[in-house]
């Protein structure tokens, strides 16, 4: 009878546990809500494109605006980027615009972009990034994270992830 009782804590002691990396886990991967203040800060923000020229983002509001959050050193990131200059240069006619938000070093960035041109906007956060991320309801900081604002300036759509081609092709449909 001992060793059965043993075996029935063992067991619900596993299954807590499991449970509880469920939930960080799926936690970890769904986005959080956003910090009050941190649409209106991200307008009123300014990066420094690669090149070291100055970007505000306010000029960029009143159209629908994908924002992604990207590394050199992001496998899942470089992967998606041609299909993020796919959807740039299908979706710009129809007012959508993209940028890149590198959360990396200036010199790392300026060498993959001569690799890899990209036919939207890139500017730097370096590891500021992982915070300002964080702000718009990526809980752990992660990349790749992609943020839709849409024309009246919300947050709309949000991901923490790879981004696939359903998930553009539903964000060009519903916007």
């Avoid at 910090?35 to 991200?42: I, P, R, S, Y």
């Avoid at 100055?54 to 159209?63: S, V």
């Avoid at 370096?126 to 990526?138: C, E, I, P, T």
Wanted: one cysteine or more.
């Amino acid at each position: 009878m001992k060793l059965q009782r043993r075996h029935l804590l063992t067991g619900g002691v596993a299954v807590a546990a499991a449970g509880a990396g469920v939930f960080w886990a799926e936690r970890r991967w769904r986005p959080q809500p956003v910090l009050d203040g941190t649409e209106a800060e991200f307008w009123a923000s300014r990066f420094d494109t690669p090149e070291g020229q100055p970007l505000a983002m306010a000029p960029y509001r009143g159209k629908p605006l994908l924002v992604n959050f990207w590394a050199t050193w992001c496998p899942p990131c470089i992967e998606e980027l041609p299909m993020l200059n796919a959807f740039q240069r299908e979706q710009s006619a129809k007012g959508w615009q993209l940028l890149g938000l590198a959360v990396d070093r200036v010199d790392a960035v300026q060498a993959f972009l001569k690799k890899l041109p990209l036919d939207f906007p890139v500017a730097m956060t370096g590891f500021a990034g992982a915070d300002l991320s964080r702000k718009l309801g990526n809980p752990s900081g992660g990349l790749p994270f992609t943020v839709v604002f849409g024309p009246g300036g919300g947050i709309v759509q949000r991901k923490i992830g790879q981004l696939k081609p359903d998930d553009l092709a539903g964000w060009a449909k519903s916007i």
